[in-house]
C-alpha cells in the first residue's frame, strides 16, 4: 500500500516532460542537495496528482504521510553511549538470525559477487554501516563455501562497533576487517580498492541525499556495483518490525524498529535517488519480501573468455 506506484511513476513522468527530472549535478558537493530538494519537490507534487486521480490514491498518499517521520533511531543517537548502541545492534543480529535473515541477503548478494568472481580476481567489498558486520561474516562463510576468494572491509561510524567487528573476526578466522567510516564520505578510502559496495537495513537511515553521495562516490571510486538492501516499504510491516523486535526485550530497540520501518524508502524512491546519483538507469528495484533490493551497476565487467 505504501509504493504509491501509479502516482509516484505519473508524477516522475509530469516532472521529466518539464525536463526537471533526474537534476543533472557537476560535482560530487552538489548530490546530496540537489537530491534531497528533488525528493521533496517530487512527494510535494504526488499529492496534487493522488487528488487528480481520486480517494484510491488520495487516502494510501495520506496514510503514507501520517506515518513517514524524520525521527532520528536511538541507535543513532549520539548522546547515548556506543556500548549500549552495540546492545542494539546485537538485538538486530540476533533478529536476523532467528528470522534467516542473513540467508536471505546472502542469496540476493551472491549472484553479482559469483559475477565479480569471474574476472579471475579476489573481490573486494566494502560494507557500510555494518553494525558489528552480521552479514559481512555471512557472505564470508558462503563464499569459503563456495570457493569465492572474497575480501571484506566493514565499516561502521560506532568505534564499538568495529571493534566487537575485528574481534569476532579473529575468533571466527574470516577474510573480514572492520574499520570506522562515515558512510557518505569515502575520502579516506584507496582509489579501486572495492568492486561491490553493500549497505544492509541501514538506507533509511540516511537522508535522500546521503544516499545518492553513497552511489555516486562508490562509482567514482571505481567500483563495479553497489548493492543496497532494506525493508520493504509496507503497512503490515510497520507492524511487524516492531513486533518481531518486541521479542528482544528492549524497550528502546522495538521502538527504533517501528521507527524503521516508517522511514523505509518504497521503490520508485530508490529508483530516483539512484537515476540522480548515476545520471543513467543501470539499476533495478525489486521485492524480496520483506526486503527491498537496489541494484545499481556502476561499471560494466570486462569478463575472461570463457567465463
Ligand atoms: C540498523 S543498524 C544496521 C547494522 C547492520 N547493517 C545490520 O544489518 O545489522 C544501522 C547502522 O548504521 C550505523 N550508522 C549510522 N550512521 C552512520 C554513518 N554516518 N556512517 C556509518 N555508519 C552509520 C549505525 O551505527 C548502525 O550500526
Request: aromatic share 6%.
Amino acid at each position: 500500500m505504501l509504493q504509491l506506484e501509479t502516482a509516484g511513476y505519473k508524477t516522475l513522468d509530469n516532472l521529466r516532460s518539464r525536463g526537471e527530472f533526474p537534476p543533472k549535478w557537476q560535482t560530487i558537493d552538489e548530490v546530496e542537495r540537489l537530491t534531497n530538494r528533488f525528493l521533496e519537490r517530487f512527494r510535494t507534487e504526488r499529492i496534487e496528482v493522488s487528488k487528480d486521480l481520486g480517494p484510491g490514491f488520495l487516502i494510501p498518499e495520506l496514510i503514507d504521510r501520517a506515518i513517514r517521520t524524520e525521527e532520528s533511531e536511538n541507535m543513532d543517537n549520539e548522546t547515548i553511549a556506543g556500548a549500549e548502541r552495540l546492545e542494539w545492534v546485537r538485538a538486530l543480529d540476533r533478529m536476523n538470525h532467528l528470522t534467516l535473515s542473513y540467508d536471505h541477503q546472502c542469496d540476493l548478494l551472491m549472484p553479482v559477487i559469483e559475477k565479480l568472481a569471474r574476472q579471475g580476481k579476489p573481490v573486494s567489498i566494502l560494507e557500510l554501516a555494518s553494525g558489528s558486520g552480521g552479514l559481512s561474516f555471512a557472505l564470508a562463510t558462503k563464499a569459503q563455501q563456495r570457493g569465492l576468494d572474497i575480501r571484506i572491509t566493514a565499516s561502521d561510524i560506532v568505534p564499538e562497533m568495529v571493534d566487537e567487528g575485528n574481534l569476532i573476526a579473529e575468533q571466527r578466522r574470516l577474510p573480514v576487517r572492520f574499520r570506522q567510516l562515515n558512510a557518505f564520505d569515502f575520502a579516506g578510502l584507496e582509489h579501486g580498492s572495492t568492486d561491490l559496495v553493500v549497505i544492509s537495513q541501514s538506507m533509511h537511515h540516511f537522508s535522500p541525499g546521503q544516499l545518492a553521495l553513497m552511489i555516486a562516490q562508490a562509482k567514482m571510486h571505481g567500483a563495479s556495483a553497489f548493492a543496497g538492501i532494506d525493508g520493504y516499504r509496507s503497512l503490515l510491516l510497520c507492524g511487524g518490525v516492531p513486533l518481531v523486535a518486541a521479542l528482544q526485550g528492549m524497550a528502546a530497540f522495538t521502538q527504533d524498529g517501528l521507527t524503521s520501518a516508517r522511514k523505509f524508502y518504497s521503490g520508485i524512491e530508490l529508483d530516483i535517488i539512484a537515476t540522480i546519483a548515476t545520471l543513467r538507469q543501470q539499476h533495478r528495484v525489486e521485492c524480496s519480501w520483506p526486503l527491498t533490493l537496489l541494484m545499481v551497476t556502476l561499471k560494466e565487467l570486462v569478463l575472461p573468455h570463457g567465463s
